[in-house]
């Protein structure tokens, strides 16, 4: 599960989370438009529909998205580090909330994985701390509290495609809880 945490002035989200697979293959999750809109998303909450990008430092990406109710949305920006499959770095421009000079940073490191096994510990694999970062809210509370929430479910999803191709057509659908209608 992914933590989350925001500074105390509320302009700045950190997320972790560790995802069982090598760095690449996470990279390629995060970048490929073929696969961004089978993962980002579940029914009955929001989906991404369309995701586009020229990635390079400069190039722009979008996403086309609806949500629950039908309402479309987009988030576009434009990429400002590119170094597979390492590092990330871009900008978020929402259609659904006026936000200025938010970015970003994906960190993606390597993590040995081992096993215990009857010999002791042995090494399996390569996995991945997945470390973000999203910038810029201002102090705007509300803001960084929506997507630090939208960012923890948006890196479990990730983490549920890469390790056992989870996507948002075989996940369960969200159901609200009381507390959901009520806020």
């Known amino acids: 599960m992914a933590t989350i945490a925001l500074t105390p002035d509320h302009d700045i989200i950190n997320a972790e989370i560790f995802v069982a697979a090598p760095p690449e293959r996470v990279f390629q999750a995060l970048t490929d438009p073929s696969q961004m809109p089978r993962w980002w998303g579940q029914q009955g909450m929001y989906r991404i529909t369309e995701w586009k990008n020229d990635l390079r430092p400069g190039g ?3 996403s086309v998205g609806v949500g629950a109710d039908g309402t479309s949305f987009r988030v576009d920006g434009e990429y400002l580090e590119v170094d597979p499959p390492r590092l990330l770095v871009h900008t978020w421009i929402p259609s659904y909330r006026e936000l200025l000079n938010t970015v970003v940073r994906w960190e993606l490191e390597p ?3 081992h096993e ?3 010999r002791g510990p042995q090494k399996m694999g390569t996995g991945t701390m ?4 999203h910038r810029g809210f201002a102090g705007n509370a509300n803001a960084a509290a929506d997507h630090g ?3 923890k479910r948006v890196l479990g999803w990730m983490q549920a495609f890469v390790e056992n191709d989870e996507t948002v057509d075989t996940r369960p659908a969200f159901v609200p809880s009381a507390a959901d209608k009520a806020s």
């Open 60 to 62: 722009k990406w979008s």
């Open 116 to 118: 215990l096994q009857q």
């Open 149 to 151: 929430n939208g960012w």
């Open 111 to 113: 993590r040995q994985v």
């Open 130 to 133: 997945v470390k973000l970062q």
